[in-house]
């Protein structure tokens, strides 16, 4: 039983360029987020899916896409790559009926 | 609008001291509940505590407690006889149900403990 996974772990990419973060979990969890941590602040929600197939925005979904096509994976993607968008990328699941997050260890993306 | 306010950027508290960290939040949901975090230098994020907006008792984990006081809309951690290993980034977070899903995050409070 892993948790949450998220790949990679590091990458740095430069402007213009794109990406995909997969984040999987195999804990058959119904939730699954995206978040992203600047330094010194807390956890904005980018994009958020509430089952396979369905995606939704948060707080901060400009510049980034999202797909569940299956339910144990939640993909992020950049399509063209700012330096705003450097940060540390964390995903999170969550079961239906229940409260707690598990967090992923997070991706730490720089983009120059 | 809902909203998170973590008031205290930082915080030094002397070892077994107990320590309260500060949490405000704004929703007009009846039906909400709140969460605290904690993240170490290592990066990843630990849950410490949840409460229900219809809990009528504080909750409770070990040293950790939640000071939940609904009419003023705050919920603050409470941690007793701190250790070294409380010293990490802590955050308050809210889920609300209207929403279904979203959870939003105060910005945190670093604590360092000192010995």
């Known amino acids: 039983n892993a948790g949450v996974t998220q790949t990679p772990k590091f990458r740095v990419l430069k402007t213009g360029q794109s990406m995909t973060l997969l984040c999987a979990q195999d804990?058959?969890?119904?939730?699954m987020y995206w978040y992203r941590q600047d330094p010194g602040m807390g956890l904005r929600l980018i994009h958020y899916?509430?089952?396979?197939?369905?995606?939704a925005k948060g707080e901060v979904p400009d510049g980034y896409n999202v797909s569940r096509l299956k339910k144990q994976n939640f993909l992020l993607g950049l399509e063209s790559a700012a330096p705003s968008q450097t940060s540390v990328y964390f995903c999170?699941?969550?079961?239906?009926?229940?409260?707690?997050?598990?967090f992923g260890p997070g991706t730490r993306l720089t983009v120059t | 609008a809902q909203k998170i306010t973590q008031t205290q950027p930082g915080m030094f508290v002397q070892e077994k001291e107990a320590v309260t960290l500060d949490c405000t939040y704004d929703?007009?949901?009846?039906?909400?509940?709140l969460f605290w975090y904690k993240q170490p230098s290592s990066g990843e994020m630990i849950f410490l505590i949840y409460?229900?907006?219809?809990?009528?008792q504080n909750a409770t984990e070990g040293r950790y407690s939640l000071n939940f006081q609904k009419a003023r809309k705050s919920a603050n951690l409470v941690i007793s006889a701190s250790q070294l290993g409380d010293s990490a980034m802590y955050f308050c977070?809210?889920?609300?149900?209207?929403?279904?899903?979203?959870?939003?995050f105060g910005s945190g409070t670093r604590l360092s403990i000192r010995p």
């Open positions: 999170a699941s969550r079961g239906q009926g229940t409260y707690e997050q598990y």
């Open positions: 804990m058959n969890h119904e939730y």
């Open positions: 899916s509430v089952g396979e197939g369905t995606t």
């Open positions: 929703t007009s949901d009846q039906s909400y509940g």
């Open positions: 409460q229900g907006s219809y809990d009528e």
């Open positions: 977070a809210m889920r609300w149900y209207s929403s279904a899903s979203k959870i939003i």
